[in-house]
């Protein structure tokens, strides 16, 4: 539960965290081993329910009807990826699917019009972000990623510090420093607690962006009591030496964009850390990555093990805010032979969007309460 960092629970690592019991409950482990578990439950629970539950893999709701007044059901058609169809009856639709897939590409800048794709790892691809010179060997990685969300910052954490969790991260560097971790921990609580509920009133664009860069001003100052404290300078120092040759960090706007406190506060501490022992400004605000100039034939850059190790030039835009178009083309370009695109999500068309639509989409209860 690291990202609920920093409530009182956030190191436990299981779910729930109190004796309370649930199904599927989580762990902390491989991700194939946990799904292993769910797998091994979810067949116990088929052979307990197996008059009132029916599993039908490869297959998601092509069609959903308005619902019957008169029957209190819905009714479905679902459709499977060799487009066999069948219908069902419900009462209730439990939506549990993403809005879409990564954004983890950008059209190469070479060919006009940009035919070319540089295509960069999945989230939950096996990459060598972590592994000495990213998986170069004895090269020198120069590594930029461009966006400002969770996943941006969860590889840029990984690649500056080659550890695989901002857990171990942050208990690395406070783990001895009782004073200042208690005062920094209370003050962000405080500031994440009033931007979540801000955040559930919000429909994005200028509103979010007040939020966001208030809250950031309080990681900010909190760096700085942190960067005070000799002990956490020293164990931070420690876990930097393996970072890369050169590490850029590029986004939007005039802040980060994620919504977990651990990745935003680690990130910023980091690159304070970094600016203060030798200058080097590792975040590149108000930007936009627009292109990769590959040094290799485009159609390779839709596998990001064909493009790994090799030097790209990264063309930039201006863009000072979150909620404005983007700005002027720069002039100056980037060069990175390990580039990681974490642009967000490519929505796909949802067939229930059509229903009566929520009154506000983010009015949601908090996961722990459901």
């Known amino acids: 539960m690291q990202y609920d960092w920093p409530l009182d629970h956030w190191d436990q690592d299981r779910f729930p965290w109190t004796d309370s019991k649930t199904a599927f409950a989580w762990k902390s482990g491989p991700s194939n081993e946990v799904a292993e578990l769910w797998r091994k439950e979810l067949v116990g629970y088929k052979e307990k329910y197996r008059r009132k539950l029916e599993i039908q893999f490869d297959a998601s709701p092509s069609k959903i009807d308005q619902f019957n007044k008169n029957s209190h059901r819905i009714r479905v058609e679902l459709l499977t990826s060799q487009k066999k169809r069948s219908i069902v009856d419900v009462s209730l639709i439990v939506v549990c699917r993403g809005s879409g897939s990564e954004k983890t590409f950008i059209h190469s800048a070479k060919v006009d019009p940009p035919a070319g794709i540089f295509r960069g790892f999945l989230f939950w691809d096996d990459d060598p972000l972590e592994q000495e010179c990213s998986g170069l060997g004895t090269g020198k990685d120069d590594v930029l990623i461009s966006g400002s969300g969770d996943g941006a910052l969860q590889d840029f954490l990984r690649v500056a510090t080659r550890k695989s969790s901002a857990k171990q991260i942050y208990q690395h560097c406070f783990g001895s420093s009782e004073s200042t971790r208690s005062t920094l921990e209370r ?26 860069q208030e809250l950031e001003s309080v990681h900010k100052k909190m760096v700085d009591l942190a960067l005070r404290d000799s002990i956490v300078v020293r164990n931070l120092d420690s876990i930097l030496v393996r970072r890369p040759n050169s590490l850029k960090l590029i986004h939007k706007c005039t802040h980060l964009m994620c919504s977990y406190a ?33 040094s ?75």
């Not at 003050?187 to 966001?212: K, V």
């Not at 203060?276 to 590149?284: A, F, K, L, Q, T």
């Open 296 to 370: 290799h034939p485009p159609e390779q850059c839709g596998d990001p093990w064909i493009c790994l190790g090799k030097n790209h030039e990264i063309t930039l835009r201006d863009h000072p805010f979150c909620w404005s178009v983007e700005g002027s083309e720069r002039t100056i370009r980037l060069n990175a032979n390990v580039v990681v695109i974490r642009h967000g999500i490519d929505a796909i068309d949802i067939p229930w969007i059509a229903l009566t639509p929520l009154s506000n989409p983010r009015q949601i209860l908090p996961y722990y309460l459901i």
């Open 262 to 294: 651990l990745n935003r506060f680690l990130v910023l501490l980091i690159s304070a850390r970094l600016f203060r022992e030798n200058g080097n400004r590792v975040i590149e605000s108000e930007t936009a990555v627009t292109g990769v100039l590959n």
């Open 187 to 212: 003050t962000i609580l405080c500031a994440e607690m009033r931007a979540r509920s801000a955040l559930h009133w919000g429909t994005g664009g200028r509103f979010d962006h007040d939020i966001h």
